[in-house]
């Protein structure tokens, strides 16, 4: 079980539970093709953003396998939304899970991403005592894969066209990192 004690800060970050006051900032992320482009959903209008902004203020907490925590990112120096991360909790016999993140293309290659990972991974292995925790993602996902390798997360897998996204067969790219990795890296 896990229930972070937020805001959780990082040196440039501040990540916390959505709120209701996020639904034009998340439509500003989630209406744009750029940012989808790798992702199931699709872009989606206000309605639909409202739809994903509910489910998303009641994951604050990690209660049971299964569930994910997703977390708002903000600039600190400025209170801006600009992207989202995630934890899945997959098992608890395997004590597995899951990192995410999605971003504004404003604040692509500021090394944000790398940020919020960091602060997954520590709230995974520390908070839940999980002992893999993976990444997955589309195999064009060239920048999203360089963050995962800064965070030392090894690739395991590229299953080639192993889905259909948006009508397109795509190859998925699986990378992981154990506990003992991460804690003989910190």
């Given at each position: 079980?896990?229930?972070?004690?937020?805001?959780?800060?990082?040196?440039?970050l501040?990540?916390?539970?959505?709120?209701?006051?996020?639904?034009?900032?998340?439509?500003?992320?989630?209406?744009?093709?750029?940012?989808?482009?790798?992702?199931?959903?699709?872009?989606?209008?206000l309605?639909?953003?409202?739809?994903?902004?509910e489910a998303?203020?009641?994951?604050s907490?990690?209660?049971?396998?299964?569930?994910c925590?997703?977390?708002?990112?903000?600039?600190?120096?400025?209170g801006?939304?600009i992207?989202?991360?995630?934890l899945?909790?997959?098992?608890?016999?395997?004590?597995?899970g899951?990192?995410?993140?999605?971003?504004?293309?404003?604040h692509?290659?500021?090394?944000?991403?790398?940020e919020?990972?960091r602060a997954l991974?520590?709230?995974?292995?520390?908070g839940?005592?999980?002992?893999?925790?993976?990444?997955r993602?589309?195999?064009?996902?060239?920048?999203?894969?360089?963050?995962?390798?800064?965070?030392g997360?090894?690739?395991e897998a590229?299953?080639?066209?192993n889905?259909?996204?948006?009508?397109?067969?795509?190859d998925e790219?699986?990378?992981?990192?154990?506990?003992?990795?991460?804690r003989?890296?910190?």
């Open positions: 079980m896990l229930k972070p004690s937020y805001p959780i800060r990082t040196p440039r501040i990540l916390r539970p959505f709120t209701p006051a996020d639904l034009e900032a998340l439509h500003a992320i989630q209406s744009l093709p750029e940012v989808t482009r790798y992702l199931y959903w699709d872009t989606r209008d309605e639909q953003v409202r739809e994903a902004l998303r203020i009641g994951e907490a990690l209660l049971e396998e299964g569930q925590l997703r977390l708002a990112v903000e600039l600190a120096a400025t801006e939304l992207g989202d991360g995630t899945f909790w997959h098992s608890s016999l395997h004590r597995s899951e990192i995410g993140y999605v971003f504004h293309p404003d692509h290659g500021k090394g944000y991403a790398t919020v990972g991974l520590e709230l995974g292995f520390d839940l005592d999980l002992h893999r925790i993976t990444g993602l589309d195999g064009r996902n060239e920048a999203s894969a360089r963050v995962l390798e800064r965070l997360m090894r690739r590229h299953l080639v066209e889905e259909v996204v948006k009508g397109e067969w795509t790219l699986v990378y992981a990192i154990l506990q003992r990795e991460w003989a890296r910190h």
